[in-house]
């Protein structure tokens, strides 16, 4: 889901917003506010379009320090080079990118992952988001974050017994994680929904409200790596879920299950690359996380890797 906001005399002035232009007209954004402005009755020629994609993820390492059950990341040791990135962050930024989200393997065990927020932040317009499973973060690495991520996105596949089953960590560590980021950085929840997390929603619905979350980001399981996929049963259920949903936190759903949801998306034809791309930890340019296929992009620039990626496409 997309939210679009309208413009509030208490919001910000119109120089803190970065521009992008497309097919759909003009987008403001405010990555601190997160605030996002279409102006759709403004026409942008063709050759004046953002040629970077509007939000690029980007894996830094294959890492991880746990072994969940439907992982999709590769296992093989990988880790992206510092300067490649900032690189990668300076051109995006250049080209009309609006945020940069870096995940994993764990974005946390980065060796320089501070150091790259702190660019990102500094250096360039992009929003930046972060992924984490949530347990390396304590008090003296969220204070080094803090000013140098607009957004954290938590994973909580399950509530209890159920998370720990998936995950082997505690559940009421996470929540005592997730609450000490309460303070730092807005924040969301990625629920993985299959047949073992199904059941859990409405607890996991309450308890994300109850800790402060601005989204609940529903990701049903893909059919890659670990994960052997959502069944059409649970599909459905949560189909009926989302639909009689009525709780405050906002709700948002992957790409790939968007069929049967009602969706609110405002870029009707910047879609595909144009939206979102996804940089793997080997480098590699692909059309979302979960694709087998893509571009190198090392011994490419970022932008050349980008229109070999379309012409593929």
């Known amino acids: 889901m997309t939210e679009v906001h309208s413009i509030s005399k208490n919001t910000s002035r119109v120089s803190d917003y970065k521009s992008r232009f497309g097919p759909d007209g003009l987008h403001l954004f405010n990555r601190e506010t997160g605030t996002n402005i279409l102006i759709d009755e403004v026409m942008i020629p063709t050759d004046r379009w953002s040629k970077a994609p509007r939000q690029v993820s980007i ?6 320090d746990l072994s969940c059950t439907h992982c999709y990341a590769s296992k093989q040791k990988a880790i992206l080079d510092f300067d490649l990135l900032t690189t990668w962050l300076r051109t995006l ?9 870096f ?19 500094n250096e360039t317009g ?16 969220l204070n080094k974050l803090s000013g140098n991520v607009h957004f954290v996105r938590v994973s ?20 005592k994680k997730i609450k000490l980021l309460k303070e730092t950085v ?40 670990r ?23 906002r709700l948002a759903i992957s790409e790939t299950h968007t069929d049967g949801i009602p969706v609110c998306e405002p870029f009707e034809m910047e879609t595909g690359i144009s939206s979102y791309v996804h940089i793997d930890a080997m480098g590699i340019l692909k059309t979302n ?25």
């Open 156 to 175: 909580m596949d399950g509530v209890g017994s159920t998370y720990e089953d998936i995950r082997g960590r505690s559940f009421d560590e996470l929540v």
């Open 227 to 249: 994960g052997k996929g959502i069944d059409d049963n649970t599909n459905r259920v949560m189909q009926e879920w989302v639909r009689n949903y009525l709780g405050d936190v």
């Open 103 to 121: 995940g994993g393997g764990e974005p946390t065990l980065y060796p320089k992952f501070i150091e790259l927020c702190e660019y990102a932040t």
């Open 289 to 313: 996380s979960f694709s087998q296929d893509g571009v190198l992009v090392n011994h490419l620039k970022i932008m050349d890797a980008l229109k070999t990626l379309r012409d593929r496409s």
């Open 186 to 225: 807005p924040f969301g929840v990625n629920y993985v929904v299959n047949a073992a997390t199904i059941g859990d929603l409405d607890e996991a619905a309450q308890i994300a409200d109850n800790l402060g979350a601005s989204e609940l980001l529903l990701l049903p399981e893909v059919p890659v790596g």
């Open 59 to 64: 894996a830094l390492t294959n890492a991880c």
């Open 93 to 101: 930024d250049l080209n009309g990118c609006m945020g940069v989200g």
């Open 126 to 141: 992009l929003a930046v988001t972060l992924t984490t499973h949530g347990h390396r973060l304590d008090e003296a690495f």
